[in-house]
């Protein structure tokens, strides 16, 4: 079965810095891909970044990468000068190749609130 | 339309009454999902459509909830005879197909049952 755990339930972080959230995950997939969604209040998930388990380098997508550490397992969300709007619930997901890619299982997610 | 819709956005019920869940994917995209968020947890996988078709049914949680998907576009989640523990907020998302890695998710519709 596949798991993420995420267990920073909170994060502060003062603007125009940068922050990591963790994630950690188990599965026996030989293949698997990681994601990164926000949710801000209105409630939609807001998808922010992907990373393959075959994928050489790290993901980025502008202010968002994903610090994969494969060993490890962990998917560790880094953003870079935090802005006020990006405080949300950030939760990380996966999916693999024997419980089907269809499926998204996530994370309880994590708090991050932005201070000026 | 330019991203996935979902009616209501809220819904009051009585307990043991049947409710509709409506969701409108992005126009072109064949992977339909559903999912359920509970208050405070992170989002529970419930049934995947490709074009029509639900292969599996597995994640619905009782035989009370059902779904379908007519003319590989809305889809609609019922959940027969509420219960409380059903209150929760429904998300739909959609993909262009189920290998896509990005799916876009609506709004949610949040379920109350009193």
């Known amino acids: 079965a596949q798991k993420i755990t995420q267990t920073q339930p909170g994060m502060f972080v003062q603007e125009k810095e940068a922050v990591t959230l963790d994630c950690t995950y188990d599965?026996?997939?030989?293949?698997?891909?990681l994601f990164w969604y926000k949710q801000p209040s209105s409630g939609e998930m807001i998808f922010l970044i992907y990373?393959?388990?075959?994928?050489?380098q790290n993901a980025t997508e502008g202010r968002y990468s994903l610090n994969f550490q494969k060993a490890r397992k962990s998917a560790n969300l880094v953003i870079s000068a935090s802005q006020l709007g990006d405080s949300a619930m950030y939760f990380c997901?996966?999916?693999?190749?024997?419980?089907?890619?269809?499926?998204?299982?996530f994370g309880t997610g994590t708090r991050l609130l932005v201070s000026p | 339309g330019a991203g996935v819709s979902q009616s209501p956005s809220n819904k009051v019920t009585e307990k043991g009454k049947d409710v509709e869940l409506r969701c409108d994917p992005i126009?072109?995209?064949?992977?339909l999902y559903w999912y359920r968020q509970s208050l405070g947890q992170g989002l529970e996988f419930l049934i995947y459509?490709?074009?029509?078709?639900?292969?599996?049914k597995s994640g619905l949680p009782s035989d009370r909830f059902s779904a379908e998907r007519t003319g590989g576009s809305v889809s609609t989640l019922t959940i027969q005879r509420t219960q409380q523990e059903d209150s929760a907020v429904y998300l739909c998302?959609?993909?262009?197909?189920?290998?896509?890695?990005?799916?876009?998710f609506g709004q949610g519709t949040r379920l109350t049952v009193v």
């Open positions: 990373q393959g388990s075959y994928d050489q």
């Open positions: 599965t026996s997939d030989p293949s698997y891909g």
């Open positions: 126009s072109g995209h064949t992977a």
């Open positions: 459509f490709q074009g029509n078709s639900a292969p599996d």
């Open positions: 998302a959609s993909s262009l197909s189920l290998m896509n890695t990005e799916a876009f």
């Open positions: 997901a996966m999916r693999g190749m024997n419980t089907g890619f269809q499926k998204l299982v």
